[in-house]
């Protein structure tokens, strides 16, 4: 039974930051929202709330979307279990979801959109989190990742010729070393340069910081040489910015 | 040193056929061409060269830009080792993209463009002939990736929270069966459902054919409900249109 009040939320994904990565679907979106969301992480930039408001300042055309900015909740640290921490902190979210929709679209129908960074489908809580919303359909619209931002910017592929390639997590590579049965890795959420732990003979990195946006840095060579440069450059960047978003691609020489 | 005759090769990625998978930034370099590439299979419909004429009809602007079309090199099935029948191939496509660059745009520079079908990076060639070619500075313009609409199409992500996924091939899957340490698997070119082989007790698929396109097909279940239904439909659908490209997505409910 559809419910009268039926709101549609649709995730959009905008890519890693150069406006020019959005696709004509997500630009057609953002226009055919009644309300779009965006989050606010007190002081941090690395709430990225300049670049959507920057998104609708250059694509957003339709006078009757509304803007809605609300504060994103924090995570309870004194919660112990990491699961039910997690789980606590998105259902706080759904909540200011919730209000901050009920308090621009009071009662009615309409459309809502958040801007996702890069894709919904990677590395990313907003799709759990819409499951949570009572009488609310969900759509997405695909984005770039930024895995395809770094392979681009370096002009690489991400497999080798009919070869699998694995996407991991910083904490992954550094708890469980390389994994078995593949040659390629793209790491992400890695706040610790965890491949300074591998043996880097025979691994060449192409690492990038803030990829797709003006500020890019690229990074390429083989992991013994680069390490500690890159190292260097990433707490450099950080240290200036105040934040750092970075992925990189590893590929071992086959060694068969 | 730079050559006076230095020409810029742009891959762009397209997506996965929607128009408006596009990008700002690839309908921004399909406008900047001088000449644009697109390749012909023969009679077969695989090729997708209507998809280029459309994107061409629909998003080119420029009248000055060229459309070079060219008839793909077939691979010599006589010689026997498969990596050096596929660089033999690479080559010979290098030469008829040359050839066709000379014709259209003579001994002169110029910024030539390829559609690539998703994003360069993944699961194509086109790179890899592109550094066959003298003179000529490659760059990439991602595009959206078949795993992205797939995902996006079905409402689901790419990872569970903070787990790693596997990109692999048919052929991967079906000689080696399910990888070790990943419980999530992203399949493609598996032109023999491969998944057929597996024991499918626990196993969810996410199954998508022409993803993107009108003509889209979406298949979801436990994996051994979903078998028959998606090897049927798959037959169906490539006997009635002649080709098909499809994908699917495998998740594995933890053992842990």
Redesign the interface.
């Known amino acids: 039974m559809t419910s009268p009040s039926l709101k549609r939320l649709v995730l959009i994904?905008i890519?890693t930051g150069?406006?020019?990565?959005?696709?004509?679907?997500a630009?057609?979106e953002i226009n055919a929202a009644d309300l779009i969301l965006i989050p606010r992480k007190g002081a941090s930039k690395a709430d990225l709330a300049d670049l959507r408001r920057e998104i609708c300042a250059q694509v957003l055309t339709n006078p009757a979307t509304l803007i809605g900015e609300f504060d994103l909740p924090v995570r309870n640290e004194a919660t112990h279990d990491y699961r039910e921490r997690?789980e606590d902190w998105h259902d706080a979210i759904a909540q200011v979801w919730t209000q901050t929709i009920e308090e621009h679209l009071p009662g009615g129908k309409g459309q809502i959109a958040l801007l996702i960074w890069g894709?919904?489908?990677?590395?990313?809580?907003s799709?759990?989190i819409a499951r949570r919303l009572p009488d609310v359909a969900?759509?997405?619209?695909?984005?770039?990742?930024s895995?395809?931002?770094l392979?681009?910017?370096h002009?690489?592929?991400?497999?080798e010729?009919?070869?699998?390639?694995?996407?991991?997590?910083g904490?992954?590579l550094r708890d469980?070393g390389w994994?078995?049965?593949?040659d390629t890795l793209v790491v992400m959420?890695d706040g610790e340069c965890s491949f300074r732990h591998l043996d880097p003979a025979g691994i060449t990195i192409w690492w990038g910081a803030y990829v797709g946006m003006s500020s890019q840095i690229l990074l390429a060579g083989p992991l013994q040489d680069m390490t500690p440069t890159i190292i260097e450059t990433r707490a450099k960047a950080r240290a200036e910015r105040g934040w750092i978003m970075d992925i990189y691609l590893l590929r071992r020489h086959s060694t068969g």
């Open positions: 994904g890519g150069g406006l020019d990565q959005l696709t004509l679907a630009v057609r997690v894709d919904p489908a990677l590395y990313d809580s799709l759990r969900v759509e997405v619209v695909p984005g770039l990742m895995m395809n931002v392979t681009a910017a002009g690489i592929t991400l497999n010729v009919g070869e699998p390639f694995l996407v991991t997590t904490r992954r469980d994994p078995q049965g593949v959420l």
